[in-house]
């Protein structure tokens, strides 16, 4: 992945609003790109909306505030909320509830119910779609049929700008399973949280509805309105250092389809996931693709503190307490400037092309180590 964007750096250097340097907390970007994008490279526009980290950016206040949450039922009985081109997108979360950051969706029915299908080819790879939107602290259900693929990972998950993550995951075709999970700031624990859960009616034939209820002091997994974990946060607190390494910080919904069997994953993620995809499988010769399918996903919000009318957003400041950033709330606007969206250029789409690459890549390593060692 490093190679490929060496190569691009010339294309990328005649472009203004990206620069293709890493960022994280010790390296954080410059002034002239001041926002450290999901998948760790600095630049302006898009790199500052969803998922763009304010430790690795210029300043705290660098990335455009997280859209605040909203407590709403967003069904998906088709794609129109969707918008299809995350590098398209103004920051305005009343205009779409998802983008598409990899891959793409379709339009479908199933069990008669409208779905959207989040697809997955040999040659286009799987499928990313985020919300437009934030949680910091709620009850979020998805609805959904999972794959039953050997190789094949489907998954619902919350991901905040500095690596929070709650999953619920479904590897391969072991259809009668569910996986649970949860990090802290992107740090990968030497003993996994990640837990098989074993029992369900088949996942890939039925609809279910999955809940992560994530509030402060709790994290609770349900499937169906039926409890199948419960972490409090005070088993999270690290007692050498005394930091609370339970997720707090603001969160984007996240549903994804993505290849772990393949011929470049590390074998313990080629493993966990089943083994390799079979790409001569009758239904994927049929459809064309594999898919998994959403009908729809519901948030109720539970904000610690509610934000004022004008509020629009969360921003991050100093720490609280040691390695906890404090969350508060921003008045300013959550749109970008209109100098700075849409047609920013082929190079910097190349260039977020290979981030994404990159970012995956990271993502299912991290994934693969965590599910090696349940
Ligand atoms: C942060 O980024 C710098 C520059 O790219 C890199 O050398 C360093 O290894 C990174 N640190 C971490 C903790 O990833
Ligand atoms: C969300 O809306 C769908 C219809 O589009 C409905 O079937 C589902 O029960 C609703 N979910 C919740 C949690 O209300
Ligand atoms: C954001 O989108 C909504 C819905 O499409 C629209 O009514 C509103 O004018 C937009 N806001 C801005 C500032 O563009
Ligand atoms: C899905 O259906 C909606 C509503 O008819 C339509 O607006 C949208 O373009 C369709 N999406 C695709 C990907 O065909
Ligand atoms: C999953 O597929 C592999 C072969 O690809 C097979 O060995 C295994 O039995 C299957 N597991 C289930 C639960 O069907
Ligand atoms: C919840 O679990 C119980 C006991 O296994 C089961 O009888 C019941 O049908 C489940 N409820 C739902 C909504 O799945
Ligand atoms: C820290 O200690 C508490 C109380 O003994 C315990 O519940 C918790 O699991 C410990 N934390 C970790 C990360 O082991
Ligand atoms: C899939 O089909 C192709 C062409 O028909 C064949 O060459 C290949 O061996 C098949 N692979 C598997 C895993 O069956
Ligand atoms: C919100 O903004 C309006 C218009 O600028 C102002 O009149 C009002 O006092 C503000 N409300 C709060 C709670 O700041
Ligand atoms: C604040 O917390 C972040 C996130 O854990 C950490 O990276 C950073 O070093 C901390 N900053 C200070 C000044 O302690
Ligand atoms: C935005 O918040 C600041 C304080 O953070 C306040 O002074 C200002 O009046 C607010 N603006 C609006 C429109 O509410
Ligand atoms: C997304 O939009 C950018 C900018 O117009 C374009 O270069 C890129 O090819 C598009 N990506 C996809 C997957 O269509």
Redesign the pocket.
């Known amino acids: 992945m490093f190679a490929l964007l060496v190569l691009l750096v010339p294309l990328v250097a005649t472009v203004t609003p990206v620069l293709s340097q890493a960022c994280n907390v010790t390296s954080p970007c410059p002034s002239a790109y001041p926002c450290c994008s999901e998948y760790g490279f600095c630049g302006t526009g898009y790199y500052c909306l969803g998922g763009c980290d304010p430790l690795g950016s210029h300043a705290l206040d660098s990335c455009n505030p997280n859209p605040l949450c909203e407590t709403a039922n967003y069904t998906l009985s088709d794609t129109s909320r969707i918008l299809s081109n995350y590098t398209l997108f103004n920051g305005n979360a009343s205009q779409y509830d998802w983008v598409v950051e990899e891959g793409s969706v379709m339009n479908t029915t199933s069990g008669g119910e409208s779905a959207v299908a989040l697809i997955l080819t040999e040659n286009g790879g799987g499928t990313l779609v985020s919300s437009t939107r934030y949680v910091h602290y709620g009850t979020i259900t998805a609805r959904l049929k999972t794959g039953q693929w050997a190789g094949v990972v489907t998954a619902f998950i919350t991901m905040s700008s500095i690596k929070d993550e709650i999953d619920w995951e479904f590897p391969g075709n072991a259809t009668t399973q569910g996986q649970t999970n949860y990090f802290w700031q992107g740090f990968i624990p030497q003993q996994t949280n990640g837990v098989i859960e074993y029992g369900f009616t088949d996942t890939y034939t039925d609809w279910h509805d999955y809940t992560i209820d994530w509030q402060p002091t709790a994290l609770t997994f349900s499937v169906d309105g039926n409890v199948t974990r419960t972490i409090q946060a005070s088993e999270c607190v690290n007692n050498a250092t005394g930091v609370s390494e339970y997720p707090n910080t603001p969160s984007r919904i996240q549903l994804s389809l993505w290849p772990a069997g393949i011929a470049s994953e590390p074998q313990g993620t080629v493993e966990w996931a089943g083994g ?1 995809i ?3 499988d009758s239904d994927y010769v049929s459809a064309g693709h594999f898919y998994a399918l959403f009908q729809s996903v519901s948030v109720t919000c539970n904000d610690p503190n509610p934000p004022n009318a004008n509020d629009t957003g969360y921003v991050y400041g100093a720490n609280t307490t040691l390695d906890t950033p404090s969350i508060t709330y921003s008045n300013k606007t959550i749109i970008l400037p209109k100098s700075t969206t849409g047609g920013t250029g082929g190079a910097s789409s190349l260039t977020a092309a290979s981030d994404m690459h990159g970012a995956l890549v990271a993502c299912m390593v991290a994934m693969a180590m965590a599910a090696h060692l349940l």
Do not use: E
Request: aromatic fraction near 24%; avoid cysteine.
């Open positions: 390799m079979n790409w001569n």
